[in-house]
T-cell receptor
Framework: NAGVTQTPKFQVLKTGQSMTLQCAQD?????MSWYRQDPGMGLRLIHY???????DQGEVPNGYNVSRSTTEDFPLRLLSAAPSQTSVYFC????????????FGQGTRLTVV | GENVEQHPSTLSVQEGDSAVIKCTYS??????FPWYKQELGKRPQLIID?????GEKKDQRIAVTLNKTAKHFSLHITETQPEDSAVYFC???????????FGKGTKLSVKP
């Protein structure tokens, strides 16, 4: 099993550009989520999904969209990139429900210039 | 909103000493408390977790304690080794979906 796979690992965008960060898991997990990690800020939840066709907002959803058309995939879209979105992004998945381990992808380091 | 506070932000210990990291949480309904270790440039990985029906859990040199009344939990690492050097994050579950709220992290440095 590959676990949780994110692409790309690194990306540089110009302000105003759009892009999609890909996330896929092969563990048949129902619950998937996106976090951003900034220095001194820990991991902050952007969006999450409890199953195919269901998504919801986390702590810091502005400027990001998500969709969940399949159990395996949970892409994160930046609609119009801003320098404030420069961060490391992590996708995570869990078996679903409460009190279960979250498995993280390897992260995407995004720089918006 | 709900939050998790983590202290200290940095911790430096000598090899062989113990390290303690403390977290407090605000949501009294939280019932799952994982700890993650993140090495430089890597993804966070679960090292230990505890559920609200348990007060303490140990795994070799690592232990976690939970005080639900006071809403705080702690990570204890004994006999620290240089490979324990990393950033450690605590988290608490919130809401009916079990989303995790993370502390801001503790950078642990173990000096040989």
């Amino acid at each position: 099993n590959a676990g949780v796979t994110q692409t790309p690992k690194f990306q540089v965008l110009k302000t105003g550009q759009s892009m999609t960060l890909q996330c896929a898991q092969d563990m048949n997990h129902e619950y998937m989520s996106w976090y951003r990690q900034d220095p001194g800020m820990g991991l902050r939840l952007i969006h999450y999904s409890v199953g195919a066709g269901i998504t919801d907002q986390g702590e810091v959803p502005n400027g990001y969209n998500v969709s969940r058309s399949t159990t395996e995939d949970f892409p994160l879209r930046l609609l119009s990139a801003a320098p404030s979105q420069t961060s490391v992004y992590f996708c995570a998945s869990t078996k679903g429900g409460m009190n279960t381990e979250a498995f993280f992808g390897q992260g995407t380091r995004l720089t918006v210039v | 909103g709900e939050n998790v506070e983590q202290h200290p932000s940095t911790l430096s210990v000598q090899e062989g000493d113990s390290a303690v990291i403390k977290c407090t949480y605000s949501d009294s309904a939280s019932n799952y408390f994982p700890w993650y270790k993140q090495e430089l440039g890597k993804r966070p990985q679960l090292i230990i977790d505890i559920r609200s029906n348990v007060g303490e859990k140990k795994d070799q040199r690592i232990a976690v304690t939970l005080n639900k009344t006071a809403k705080h939990f702690s990570l204890h690492i004994t006999e620290t080794q240089p490979e324990d050097s990393a950033v450690y994050f605590c988290a608490a579950s919130i809401g009916s979906q079990g989303n995790l709220i993370f502390g801001k992290g503790t950078k642990l440095s173990v000096k040989p």
